[in-house]
């Protein structure tokens, strides 16, 4: 093949893979009884009634005369985390089987335990097509899990955003009254630092954070920033700041003020918020503060700065100090 038409095959390659497709195992018994497969995103369902479905094995694959020959296969959709089945599927290996969890089905075919969906297949008829064959099958029998699928598009194995963590931005405020710190006490009995709701952009979790709290009888004005890390477990970056209490005729009923180096016993269990109210404890006995910032998931830093705070400009407007140059 000359340079043009290669270049030419790469370029419909790169315009078919564009199709976003799921990801599938197809199945079936060689001549001697052993289980045999493939990785294929060319799976389409075809008819209802009857049930058909097609696949399209290519021509030069080791296993083409079993599949074009077989009156069975079977079609695995793979779920979201098979990603090591595909692959295993797709790459030269002796037997890819070994090791993997899979049961016989109807007429004895190879079954992927944890696919999304499975088909048990009849030989419909076979196309022939160019550099490929489309493998028409009747469907005998389906079952599906409700496991969410694996996703195949651009050359990349992908996940639909259902299945990714959902993610977010948590303020919570470290709030002082006459030197003590505000804890809410949870439904398990633990005490915890208040934390808003979870949101996409931080000024909305901030927003979330204060009315949460006015709203329950705990109006705060939030002054600086305490703490900010992600927490990879739960999937939110979080944004611990130093607030001061409002003044109050009472606090609600589920909140108590505690002197930061006189912490109840039953504390939260939650690692990041431990450490917020144990750092605050430390510097408050020392005197001194510090902001702590995680660097991803690895330990981070606390940088310790001088106190006070000042008004700033609205950086978003047009006449911004960063036009009309730097506020005195
Ligand atoms: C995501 C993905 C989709 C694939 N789709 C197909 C397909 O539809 N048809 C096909 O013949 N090969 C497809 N392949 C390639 C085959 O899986 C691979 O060439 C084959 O397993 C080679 O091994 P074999 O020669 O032992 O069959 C696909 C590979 C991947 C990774």
């Given at each position: 093949m000359d340079e043009a038409a290669l270049a030419r095959k790469k370029a419909l390659r790169q315009a078919f893979s564009a199709f976003a497709t799921g990801v599938t195992v197809v199945t079936a018994r060689d001549a001697g009884g052993r289980p045999v497969g493939f990785t294929a995103n060319s799976f389409t369902s075809v008819s209802l009634d009857p049930p058909l479905l097609l696949v399209c094995p290519g021509k030069t694959s080791s296993n083409f005369a079993t599949f074009s020959?077989?009156?069975?296969?079977?079609?695995?959709?793979?779920?979201?985390?098979?990603?090591?089945?595909s692959h295993r599927f797709a790459t030269p290996v002796t037997n890819r089987f070994a090791g993997l969890a899979w049961h016989a089905g109807p007429e004895g075919l190879p079954l992927i335990d944890g696919a999304a969906a499975t088909f048990a297949c009849v030989r419909h008829q076979l196309v022939d097509a160019g550099d490929h064959v489309i493998l028409i099958g009747e469907v005998l029998d389906s079952m599906t899990t409700g496991a969410e699928p694996l996703v195949f598009s651009r050359g990349r194995y992908r996940e639909l955003a259902s299945t990714m963590p959902e993610g977010g931005i948590r303020v919570g405020v470290v709030a002082l009254h006459e030197g003590r710190v505000l804890l809410r006490r949870t439904a398990e009995g633990t005490w915890e630092l208040p934390l808003g709701p979870v949101q996409p952009l931080f000024?909305?979790?901030?927003?979330?954070?204060?009315?949460?709290?006015?709203?329950?009888?705990?109006?705060?004005?939030?002054?600086?920033?305490?703490?900010?890390?992600?927490?990879?477990?739960?999937?939110?970056?979080?944004?611990?700041?130093?607030?001061?209490?409002?003044?109050?005729a009472a606090l609600p009923a589920d909140m108590a003020l505690f002197a930061p180096d006189d912490l109840p016993p039953d504390l939260t269990r939650d690692p990041g918020m431990r450490d917020v109210l144990l750092r605050h404890g430390r510097e408050h006995r020392k005197g001194r503060y510090g902001v702590y910032v995680a660097r991803g998931q690895a330990p981070g830093s606390v940088s310790h700065m001088t106190g006070g705070s000042e008004r700033w400009p609205d950086i978003f407007q047009p006449d911004s100090y960063l036009r009309e140059g730097m506020p005195k």
């Open positions: 020959m077989a009156d069975h296969f079977a079609v695995n959709i793979l779920s979201a985390g098979q990603q090591e089945v000024g909305h979790a901030r927003n979330g954070c204060e009315t949460e709290l006015a709203k329950a009888g705990a109006a705060v004005t939030i002054t600086h920033p305490y703490s900010i890390y992600d927490d990879g477990e739960k999937g939110e970056s979080r944004f611990f700041f130093m607030a001061e209490l409002e003044p109050f």
